[in-house]
T-cell receptor, first 114, second 115 residues
Framework: AQSVTQPDIHITVSEGASLELRCNYS??????LFWYVQSPGQGLQLLLK??????LVQGIKGFEAEFKRSQSSFNLRKPSVHWSDAAEYFC????????????FGGGTRVLVKP | GAVVSQHPSRVICKSGTSVKIECRSL??????MFWYRQFPKKSLMLMAT?????????EQGVEKDKFLINHASLTLSTLTVTSAHPEDSSFYIC???????????FGQGTRLTVV
């Protein structure tokens, strides 16, 4: 069975600093990988996804992620964080064959200091 | 992109009553929809897969009689929380895949509070 691990429960970063959120997955086949963001009390917004092709994926809001098969990782990065990036971030692995049933990581809460 | 609408966004109900949550795909047909649950400050856990025209597939540990799922048409799945109790209070969110090589789209979620 697939699983997703986000090692960092909380990360605090200063506004303008860079951000990297870690994600490791376990999956038997080629994974379909996603990063979602959730603001307090809100639903999920898709930041980016990886299905195939270029392993460096660009997303919305200035985020990018790199798929590294050898490390089973899909880390999310942003060069310069804005206060509005404070939120909960979820990494997920999906089964396209099962119509995109997703397994989520535990989430990382990002706090942005002024 | 494809749109999935979930209703209601918030509901407060009394203990012992039942609550129905709807998930609609507005501009595509979905033979499959997924229901997730999110406890406060926790991640999302898949509860069940809703299948149009057949029974839902529940994940291990999810009570079928407690969480009734009906996928009556190609655009609508409903989740009914029966005889709700305070421990059922949670954020419930659905998703639906449009098909093909693309991701599933999420509804806005429903925050259920049982008092």
């Amino acid at each position: 069975a697939q699983s997703v691990t986000q090692p960092d429960i909380h990360i605090t970063v200063s506004e303008g600093a860079s951000l990297e959120l870690r994600c490791n997955y376990s999956y038997g086949a080629t994974p379909y990988l996603f990063w979602y963001v959730q603001s307090p009390g809100q639903g999920l917004q898709l930041l980016l996804k990886y299905f195939s092709g270029d392993t460096l994926v660009q997303g919305i809001k200035g985020f990018e992620a790199e798929f590294k098969r050898s490390q089973s990782s899909f880390n999310l990065r942003k060069p310069s964080v804005h206060w509005s990036d404070a939120a909960e971030y979820f990494c997920a692995v999906g089964e396209l064959a099962a119509g995109n049933k997703l397994t989520f990581g535990g989430g990382t809460r990002v706090l942005v200091k002024p | 992109g494809a749109v999935v609408s979930q209703h209601p966004s918030r509901v407060i109900c009394k203990s012992g009553t039942s609550v129905k949550i709807e998930c609609r795909s507005l501009d595509f047909q979905a033979t499959t929809m997924f229901w997730y649950r999110q406890f406060p400050k926790k991640s999302l856990m898949l509860m069940a897969t809703s299948n149009e025209g057949s029974k839902a597939t529940y994940e291990q540990g999810v009570e079928k009689d407690k969480f009734l799922i009906n996928h009556a048409s190609l655009t609508l799945s409903t989740l009914t929380v029966t005889s709700a109790h305070p421990e059922d209070s949670s954020f419930y969110i659905c998703s639906a895949p449009p098909g093909g090589n693309t991701e599933a789209f999420f509804g806005q979620g429903t925050r259920l509070t049982v008092v």
